[in-house]
């Protein structure tokens, strides 16, 4: 008989000790053989030990390292195959593991849980979400129904490949979806509802969100710049044809502004190509 995978579920945790008396005890009954890692990111109060004295085993951060770093760390020292990522401040269920994992069975290799409009609590996330959403799409190429959320399956061996992609901070989940992607592994979404966790978010909203957009950015030229390059040449292109129509209709020259129109679409397609050439080395070696 085939031995069933052994499950970790790991929790980037900082500052959630009012949270964790609640959230632990119903994890460990849901799965009390699976391995529950709290990974703390240099709490300042008792997460750790709440944690301890609730059965998880913790991994702790010497100072705040951001909440991809917890991440990383979780994913290294994970025993199992299969790996759940959820936030430890109580807004996801640990009632959604099993519909995740079901979906992971079916053959995927991620399998995300997208939250539903409701979860989020105003009418500005839930349109910046919206937004992020279409914007990763048209530069992957695929469906995406939520860019940005932490609570998702993996299957360890595919995860750690990409380790070294991911950034210490908050947006791990866009750069693991988007490289998952890219590597022609599948992903799966299934729709959950996120609660309203106790306390103080740490994501602020305007300065979180404008990274966020510029992260999609970088991940877009990471994943496939040409997506990203050639619209912005070929707008600039279509930019010079029209002065250049104006000018010679107007005063029957070609002016230096054309030129330098023309040369900019010339030097970002460019780009583009050697951006595509350097990005598939990232997955040269992924199997």
Excluded: C
């Excluded at 909440?67 to 401040?89: E, P």
């Excluded at 349109?127 to 299957?155: E, Q, W």
């Amino acid at each position: 008989m085939t031995a069933q995978p052994l499950l970790s579920i790991v929790l980037p945790a900082k500052n959630e000790a009012e949270n964790l008396p609640t959230f632990l005890p119903k994890l460990k009954a849901l799965y009390p053989d699976a391995e529950i890692l709290l990974i703390d990111d240099g709490s300042d109060d008792d997460t750790a030990q709440v944690a301890r004295a609730a059965g998880a085993k913790v991994v702790s951060h010497p100072y705040g390292m951001g909440n991809g770093a917890a991440i990383k760390t979780g994913a290294r020292h994970a025993r199992g195959d299969i790996l759940v990522f959820m936030d430890a401040d109580g807004q996801h269920d640990p009632a959604d593991i099993p519909m995740v994992l079901a979906k992971l069975a079916e053959g995927y290799d991620m399998v995300v849980g997208a939250r539903l409009s409701s979860s989020h609590a105003s009418w500005f996330r839930r349109t910046a979400n919206r937004f992020y959403n279409k914007l990763a799409s048209l530069m992957t190429g695929h469906k995406i129904d939520d860019l940005t959320s932490g609570f998702r399956a993996v299957r360890a061996d595919k995860f750690r490949k990409f380790l070294y992609l991911l950034p210490n901070g908050f947006s791990y989940p866009t750069t693991s979806t988007m490289a998952f992607f890219r590597s022609g592994f599948p992903v799966a979404y299934v729709s959950i509802h996120a609660g309203s966790r106790i306390g103080k978010s740490h994501i602020r909203l305007l300065h979180d969100g404008l990274r966020f957009f510029i992260i999609i950015l970088r991940i877009g030229v990471l994943f496939s710049p040409m997506r990203l390059f050639l619209p912005i040449s070929g707008s600039i292109f279509g930019v010079g044809v029209a002065y250049y129509a104006y000018t010679y209709l107007t005063e029957n020259r070609f002016t230096n502004m054309s030129a330098v129109l023309f040369l900019s679409a010339l030097l970002i397609f460019m780009i583009g190509i050697v951006s595509e050439q350097i990005s598939s080395l990232h997955y040269k070696n992924i199997e």
